[in-house]
């Protein structure tokens, strides 16, 4: 399956985004679909996952109650809204995927990325 995230850009602190991550080649729902983000100097740090039943999702503590992942199965995307932005928000994000249906959490768990967007939030 071939991932393309999208939707990044600048924002201000408190702001709204919505990423994308539509998928080709692959019916994502039959995928647990996680997102990361990266910082320069950082490791890729994990954000958000759906698993393949999208009864399933796990956030990381840093985003949760302000960020939700769901998915679109009739559009083959899956979405992060990101809600109340901070400026420690700012980084590359990326979506990935791996054909398991558990919550996963490390990088080295999937199988396919995109090619990441950037988000910026401006203080």
């Known amino acids: 399956v071939q991932l393309q995230a999208s939707g990044g850009g600048l924002v201000q602190t408190g702001d709204s985004l919505r990423l994308s991550c539509a998928a080709s080649?692959?019916?994502?729902?039959?995928?647990?679909v996680a997102w990361f983000r990266q910082t320069p100097g950082k490791e890729r740090e994990f954000v958000a996952a759906?698993?393949?039943?999208?009864?399933?999702?796990h956030y990381a503590d840093s985003v949760k109650g302000r960020f939700a992942i769901s998915r679109r199965n009739a559009e083959n995307t899956v979405y992060l809204q990101m809600n109340s932005l901070k400026s420690e928000d700012t980084a590359v994000y990326y979506c990935?995927?791996?054909?398991?249906?558990?919550?996963?959490?490390?990088?080295?768990?999937?199988?396919?990325w995109g090619q990441g967007t950037l988000v910026t939030v401006s203080s």
């Open positions: 990935a995927t791996v054909r398991r249906g558990v919550v996963l959490t490390r990088e080295a768990d999937f199988t396919s």
């Open positions: 080649g692959g019916t994502l729902s039959t995928y647990t």
């Open positions: 759906i698993v393949r039943t999208s009864t399933t999702v």
